[in-house]
């Protein structure tokens, strides 16, 4: 009997003593844990790159925690922004689009970026796009131009149509020869000359920037109803179209570059040109940026350690590379030896030569409203040409 109180009371003790020790490792894990995320801020964002590099931020410091909320684009982004904004769930970062959405946010929505420590030596254009009264608002993750995607094998090369400003009937007439030409030759009958995406209100603007005698809308109306160059209501399948030869010219971001060159696979000879009302016209850039929502100071200071990380050469080759972007920062847009260890660097050796006509100034910018306003433009004038 003794011997099996004994053998209770041991066993007993083991178990407690198992579950003093269980508890303290359990306690001092939890510790850990809490160390380890003493550092966090919360990031909305629209560029899976930017989740990429939070990842590799995260990982050379077990203390950092961000947490990251993927969009499908900003106007999804700024519209749920507008209801969480003075919530509990209001992010302290969120990436904007310099073509248009800045301006939709007031001064003190945001944190002047000198106020966090960033270094702000930026190409001018991109400085001005995400800048009010001359202060940097948002921190430039890189610039993107309007450009002229071209089928050299179908369109003849940059040689044939050059420039390809629109700017006069000549262009339009020369683009509807060669639909027809093609057209003809091709049963099938599904080739346009012309395709653009679905950013065409920072295209417009753009075209207004310069110096060109007709209003962007005439323009516009010109190319959809009286040349039928391109197919109305069809903007989301313009990339598929030009890379499956179904459009000879494409009006489009300099950012899809890489992607354009993965999908032809050396198909045709693809050709980029920057899009300008007129020659030596100012080319209105756009690009993305990092804004500071958030007030609490010991975030503000992390967000300055993850901005700093991003801008590292080796996190600049890795975002610009999966982005497409130009680089942000004067000294990189205009080194050649930089470009060139980027994919399609010897064209953006040749877009970045145009860095002197860059703008971004405030004045050019697009609110959220008016971009809206002028996509239902377009919607309507390509409606009624559908509708003819």
């Known amino acids: 009997m003794k011997v099996k109180v004994l053998f209770i009371v041991s066993t007993a003790a083991v178990l407690i003593i198992g579950w003093y020790i269980f508890s303290l490792y359990n306690q001092e894990f939890t510790l850990d844990r809490g160390d380890t995320f003493e550092k966090q801020f919360t990031i909305w964002t629209t560029t899976s790159a930017v989740r990429e590099a939070v990842t590799r931020f995260e990982a050379a410091d077990e203390r950092v925690r961000v947490n990251v909320r993927m969009y499908d684009d900003s106007e999804a982004l700024l519209e749920d922004w507008e209801v969480r904004r003075d919530t509990e769930e209001a992010p302290d970062v969120i990436e904007l689009n ?3 959405g800045f301006s939709d946010l007031e001064e003190p929505d945001v944190t002047p970026i000198d ?58 007439e020369q683009l509807a020869e060669l639909q027809q030409g093609v057209n003809e030759r091709n049963s099938s009958g599904t080739f346009h000359a012309f395709q653009t995406d679905r950013e065409l209100p920072w295209y417009w603007t753009s075209w207004n920037e310069g ?8 323009w516009w109306e010109e190319i959809v109803q009286d040349y039928e160059l391109i197919p109305p209501l069809d903007h989301h399948m313009a990339l598929t179209r030009f890379v499956n030869r179904e459009a000879g010219l494409l009006l489009s971001s300099s950012r899809h570059q890489t992607t354009l060159l993965s999908l032809i696979r050396n198909q045709f000879d693809l050709q980029v040109t920057p899009f300008q009302g007129t020659e030596g016209s100012p080319i209105l850039i756009g690009g993305n940026g990092l804004a500071v929502v958030g007030s609490d100071k010991e975030k503000q200071e992390v967000i300055s350690e993850f901005i700093a990380f991003l801008f590292t050469e080796e996190e600049q080759v890795a975002l610009l590379s999966e982005t497409g972007w130009l680089p942000s920062k004067e000294k990189q847009l205009l080194d050649r030896s930089f470009l060139m260890k980027l994919p399609m660097g010897g064209n953006l050796v040749e877009l970045a030569g145009y860095e002197h006509l860059y703008t971004g100034d405030a004045e050019s910018r697009l609110t959220f409203e008016r971009w809206t306003e002028l996509m239902e433009r377009a919607r309507e004038i390509e409606r009624n040409t559908s509708e003819r």
Not at 151 to 163: F, H, I, Q, Y
Not at 211 to 218: G, I, K, L, T
């Open 211 to 218: 110096e060109s005698d007709r209003p962007a809308e005439v």
């Open 115 to 172: 106020a966090i420590g960033v270094d702000e030596h930026f190409h001018k254009s991109i400085y001005d796009a995400f800048s009010l009264n001359d202060i940097l608002y948002a921190v430039p993750l890189g610039i993107e131009i309007p450009v002229v995607y071209s089928n050299a094998s179908l369109v003849g090369g940059t040689k044939g149509l050059e420039p390809f400003y629109f700017n006069d009937l000549h262009t339009n």
């Open 98 to 100: 310099a073509q248009y």
